[in-house]
Each structure stands twice: as C-alpha cells, then as structure tokens.
C-alpha cells in the first residue's frame, strides 16, 4: 500500500476540531438558546473598529474634498458670470424636433431656462441680470 493512500485513510477518521464545538446557527450549539443574544453581539463588538476606522477616513479624507470641490464649483460659476455668453446662431442641426413637446407652446423644453437656453429661432429670451 502506498503512502499516500494510507495517509488518505489515517486523516478520514481524524479531526483536529470536535464536531460538536461548532454547530448550529452562528457557531453556537444546537440547543443553546441561552447565550444566543451574546453570540450575536459579538460580532457588533467586532465591527465598532471597522465602523470607527471609516469614520475617521470620512471626515479627515472626504469632507476636505467636498470642500474644496465645492469652492472650484464656485470659482468657475462666478468666472463664468463675468464673461458675456456667447452669441447665438441658429445653426440647422442644433436642437432639431420633429414634433413639438407635449407641454406648454411645444417649443419650450420642460426645465427651460430664460437667460441661459436659447430657443431655436427666437435666441435668448431675455438678458442676464448684472451683479
């Protein structure tokens, strides 16, 4: 017989942890209903780290991004303000409909905005407001 078949043999009746020790519904034994409501704060326990951790990365990572992503928005919005738009031209292939919106005189989009979108063959509605 070869060694590997008897070594096969010898480690199916062999175990190194009993049975018995995990069973049931999280680890814990069959019938024990006793210390069911512990077994399951452990793992509430163990995760505290984890959630302490994230909220650590949270607010030292993440706010000062937001931040500063939202004084860039800004910056641009006001940068952008300055500057006169640009004039329209009603080029044939922008804003082509083949039928009129369902709502209002058709012509409108549905969040239409008077001083930043132009309606096609009319341009801008009306100008913007100086600060």
Not at 86 to 105: E, H, M, Q, S, T
């Amino acid at each position: 017989m070869s060694g590997l078949i008897r070594l096969a043999q010898l480690n199916r009746f062999s175990r190194t942890v009993p049975l018995r020790r995990y069973g049931g519904f999280f680890g814990t034994r069959k019938h024990d209903v006793d210390h069911f409501r512990d077994s399951m704060r452990g793992h509430l326990i163990r995760g505290e780290a984890g959630r302490k951790t994230f909220l650590r990365i949270f607010t030292l990572v993440a706010l000062p991004c937001l931040a500063m992503g939202m004084w860039v928005a800004y910056t641009d919005f006001v940068a952008r303000k300055k500057h006169d738009r640009p004039k329209y031209i009603p080029y044939a292939f922008l804003n082509v409909r083949n039928k009129p919106f369902p709502w209002g005189d058709g012509n409108h989009s549905l969040f239409h905005n008077k001083t930043e979108q132009y309606v096609p063959g009319v341009g801008f509605e009306e100008e913007r407001k100086k600060r």
